[in-house]
């Protein structure tokens, strides 16, 4: 039982962060999100874990390095907890390599040190990856604390390899883009050409599209 503002709330004890519902939290002041305000019941019902993962959400972003423990097994993947909150890393972000049996890799209550790929801050969810912090494929199969260990320098290593495809993919857009406009002057200068022909191949040039082939390019490459 809580004193909010004067009045009494219940706290559920699975809606606290990291802690039991025991007598040594009376006096703490602990923050708070309502879950449930009835007045005419007069009924109040507050989290701890809510206002928690919610101000811990605040901070994080994609790319971040987390730490957490591993708290459940499923055969799609592990349940990590991380600052109350708790993240999923799904089988096929946990190493490069194939997985076959998971608690093979990772076992519950391990420590366990991730990158965040994904977050729902509405809900409160994360998605996590271990391969992403993988100096080589297979890493974490073969010697997972050599990937936490590494993880930050990795982490690193990934972020500038994601920027400079980033780039790439920026840079031969603008090129497609800038042969568009090329095409289309060669249209317009073939349209005030009395002379143009079919070019020998049965077809008049005039008819033909020209931007096919910037479109087969465009779909090469964002495929």
């Given at each position: 039982i809580c004193l909010v503002e004067?009045?009494?709330?219940?706290?559920?004890?699975?809606?606290?962060?990291?802690?039991m519902p025991t007598e040594d939290l009376?006096?703490?002041?602990?923050?708070l999100k309502f879950l449930e305000v009835n007045q005419e019941n007069n009924k109040l019902v507050v989290?701890?874990?809510r206002a928690v993962v919610e101000q811990q959400m605040a901070n994080l972003s994609r790319g971040d390095i987390v730490e957490g423990t591993v708290r459940a097994i499923k055969p799609y993947g592990a349940?990590?907890?991380?600052?109350?909150?708790?993240?999923?890393?799904h089988i096929s972000q946990v190493s490069y390599d194939r997985i076959v049996d998971l608690t093979k890799v990772v076992y519950v209550d391990m420590p366990i040190k991730c990158m965040i790929i994904d977050h729902d801050k509405a809900n409160g969810r994360i998605a996590l990856s271990t391969k992403t912090l993988e100096p080589e494929p297979g890493a974490m199969i073969k010697n997972p604390q050599s990937v936490f260990d590494e993880a930050e320098e990795t982490a690193q290593k990934y972020h500038e390899r994601m920027?400079?495809?980033?780039?790439?993919?920026?840079?031969a857009a603008r090129d497609i883009v800038l042969g568009l406009g090329d095409s289309l002057e060669e249209l317009g200068m073939g349209l005030d050409d009395d002379d143009a022909d079919d070019g020998g191949d049965g077809v008049d040039d005039a008819a033909k599209d020209p931007l096919e082939d910037l479109s087969d390019s465009l779909d090469s490459l964002l495929s």
């Open positions: 004067g009045l009494r709330a219940f706290l559920p004890g699975s809606h606290l962060a990291g802690m009376i006096g703490t002041s602990l923050p989290s701890n874990r349940f990590v907890e991380v600052g109350g909150m708790s993240g999923l890393l920027e400079k495809e980033r780039v790439a993919r920026e840079s």
